[in-house]
């Protein structure tokens, strides 16, 4: 299995609601990302785990809430977004440390009404 | 701050054309340099470079580094339709925990 799944592909939400992203990897890899892309822009960083633990936070809105179960589940958890919060959120993953490509997911659309 | 700056933007080329590619970068702690293909989703990986001077190739694609003048370019020769995508050029820092991407190249590839 050398694929990141990513669930669901399209969502669609509104300002109040709470809905997860999720993340599935079963390639070994004990670092995974979450990255932000919107229309026409690279995409960006926004949070890192390695051996499950939080290693980096982009400085992204508490609205945004990652959580790493396992090795192989990463999950961002989304509550009171932002319309401008509307974009491809795209997981990826890879062995820790340099030198090491990166898997990435198919991505999530998100929109936010 | 890091910084990842790619050129041309954009590239409107017909088929059997052969595109050069830039991507120039301010990086601190760099360690190596990715190129990622984009079509509809996810980027899919196509070289990762570290040492300067020496070439990758898969197919009709070429990548190479140089670490001197901070910049990388991407070749492809031969071009067809199907190379159409945008192009992402990302700078690795030491740590390999974050990735910086340049803004990307459209590449479109006309029959």
């Known amino acids: 299995d050398t694929e990141v799944t990513q669930t669901p592909k399209h969502l669609v939400m509104g300002m109040t609601n709470k809905k997860s992203l999720k993340c599935e990897q079963h390639?070994?890899?004990?670092?995974m990302y979450w990255y932000k892309q919107k229309a026409k822009k690279p995409p960006e960083l926004m949070f890192v785990y390695s051996y499950e633990k939080l290693s980096i936070n982009e400085s992204v809105p508490s609205r945004f809430s990652p959580e790493c179960p396992n090795s192989s589940l990463l999950n961002l958890h989304l509550h009171a977004l932002q319309p401008e919060d509307s974009a491809l959120y795209l997981c990826?993953?890879?062995?820790?440390?340099w030198g090491r490509g990166y898997t990435f997911g198919s991505g999530t659309r998100l929109t936010v009404v | 701050e890091d910084k990842v700056v790619q050129s041309p933007l954009s590239l409107v080329v017909h088929e059997g054309d052969t595109v050069t590619l830039n991507c120039s970068y301010e990086?601190?702690?760099?360690?190596?340099l990715l190129w990622y293909k984009q079509e509809k989703k996810a980027p899919t990986f196509l070289f990762m470079l570290?040492?300067?001077?020496i070439e990758k190739k898969s197919g009709r694609l070429s990548s190479i580094l140089d670490k001197k003048e901070l910049f990388s370019i991407l070749n492809i020769t031969a071009t067809q339709t199907g190379d159409s995508a945008i192009y992402l050029c990302a700078a690795q820092e030491t740590s390999g925990s974050r990735l910086t991407f340049g803004e990307g190249t459209q590449l479109t590839v006309n029959p």
């Open positions: 570290t040492s300067s001077g």
């Open positions: 990086v601190t702690n760099f360690r190596s």
């Open positions: 990826a993953s890879s062995r820790p440390g």
């Open positions: 390639m070994g890899h004990r670092a």
